[in-house]
């Protein structure tokens, strides 16, 4: 039986989850004059199914935070190589507002480290603590209870940020819906020991074929981490109607016997998998005083599984939204809409091309073989590595903003952040 705690903890600003979300939000929020209480269900360091690639734009929101240099002073990628259907094409990470300077932690340490960050800059973190229930008002969340250390105790904070990943356990309680109708990710990554762990490019392999020889609507990838292993995973899209008829753990273990020989790879270990929301495919992510960043508001990119530096970013954004005192009900999901919308529903509406069995094999051999390819592939590739930004406006930026507004238009009836009914 646990311990109860008879006095509420009143704080200005409970943040759950202290994943890159979260702790990046505790940050930006004690920086801005707010008392910070930043709860995570797990003790570091922890964990997370992931690729541990970090891009040019999650670099650049880490730099903000004052923490790029911890991370590419052990290690830096350039770019991708992208390989299948007999072509392979380099694309170096793009000149932009970003910078081209990419990197890759394993989520063991980079997810520790901006924990750490968030104590450095006043939170106060409760490691062992789950949210497990909370009361509401028509004014928004009155009281949590958490379970820390084996003592439930209840808080009343003024403004809640949930940071609680993929699962969302604590957003579902406030009224979270994933809407399975869309494109989402399922993958599994591993860990393994190879000569070329300071290799300075992520690797793709967008021809990923089973065990029976069938090609996939997804990717392989190798992250080398510069600690002698890399990070080496699977991922596959579906959607309700056209689901991964897939093993991802069968999957990546076929993966790895064919990377095996090139990069002389250790045995897969620390094996896992997860499934994943993307591109804003939720509903009932704020309230009055609370809403949803991250992971947990489904601010993934459709086309490459990335959300670190979405969940950088919409920490950033949810501390100024609660800095205006306002409503967050409808302000939030405006917001998000407003950073992400086009382009989440056009990687969408592109990534639902990809679970249609045919289409990978007819389009695969155009993008990556001959001079098509090496034109095609490096655009593809800012595009995949979240690097367009409003302020571009050469042709592939314009084109991009172009077709996210037709593709909002057509498919304006989409679930994207909306309230429930």
């Not at 200005?12 to 505790?26: E, F, Q, R, T, Y």
């Not at 249609?356 to 034109?375: D, E, H, Q, S, V």
Request: with cysteine.
């Amino acid at each position: 039986m646990e311990l109860v705690t008879r006095n509420p903890v009143v704080v200005d600003v409970l943040v759950v989850g202290a994943g890159p979300a979260g702790s990046a939000a505790a940050i930006y929020a004690t920086q801005a004059g707010h008392d910070v209480l930043l709860v995570e269900a797990a003790s570091f360091p922890r964990d997370k199914t992931c690729g541990d690639g970090l891009t040019p734009r999650a670099v650049h929101q880490l730099e903000r935070l004052g923490l790029s240099e911890k991370i590419t002073n052990e290690h830096v990628n350039h770019g991708l190589k992208l390989h299948g259907f007999g072509g392979s094409v380099t694309a170096p990470w793009p000149k932009s507002a970003f910078g081209t300077i990419g990197s890759a932690m394993p989520r063991m340490l980079f997810d520790a480290l901006l924990a750490d960050a968030a104590v450095s800059s006043g939170a106060t973190l409760w490691e062992d603590a789950r949210a497990t229930s909370v009361e509401t008002t028509d004014a928004g969340v009155q009281q949590v209870t958490v379970i820390h250390a084996g003592v439930e105790k209840q808080l009343r904070p003024r403004w809640v940020i949930v940071a609680d990943g993929v699962r969302s356990n604590f957003g579902k309680l406030l009224g979270r819906q994933w809407h399975r109708g869309e494109v989402y990710g399922i993958a599994a990554r591993s860990y393994c020991t190879t000569p070329r762990a300071d290799e300075q490019w992520i690797h793709s392999h967008l021809e990923l074929k089973d065990p029976d020889g069938v090609v996939q609507p997804g990717y392989g990838w190798i992250f080398p981490l510069g600690d002698g292993r890399v990070n080496l995973g699977v991922g596959a899209l579906s959607t309700d109607k056209r689901p991964a008829k897939v093993n991802t753990k069968r999957l990546l273990s076929h993966y790895a016997s064919q990377q095996r020989s090139d990069w002389q790879l250790g045995p897969e270990t620390d094996v896992a998998s997860a499934l994943l929301p993307m591109g804003g495919a939720v509903s009932g992510v704020s309230g009055p005083n609370w809403l949803l960043i991250g992971d947990a508001a489904a601010c993934v990119n459709p086309l490459n599984g990335e959300g670190i530096d979405y969940g950088l970013e919409t920490a950033e954004m949810a501390v100024a939204a609660i800095g205006t005192n306002e409503n967050l009900t409808t302000l939030w999901p405006q917001l998000l809409r407003e950073s992400y919308g086009e382009a989440f529903l056009l990687a969408r509406t592109a990534a639902r091309l990809l679970t249609y069995p045919k289409f990978l094999p007819l389009a695969g051999p155009l993008g990556l073989r001959g001079p098509i390819g090496a034109r095609l592939m490096p655009a593809a590739a800012r595009l995949m590595g979240n690097l367009v930004t409003d302020q571009d406006r050469d042709l592939v930026a314009r084109a991009w903003r172009g077709a996210g507004g037709a593709a909002s238009w057509i498919r304006r009836d989409s679930p994207l952040w909306s309230n429930p009914a």
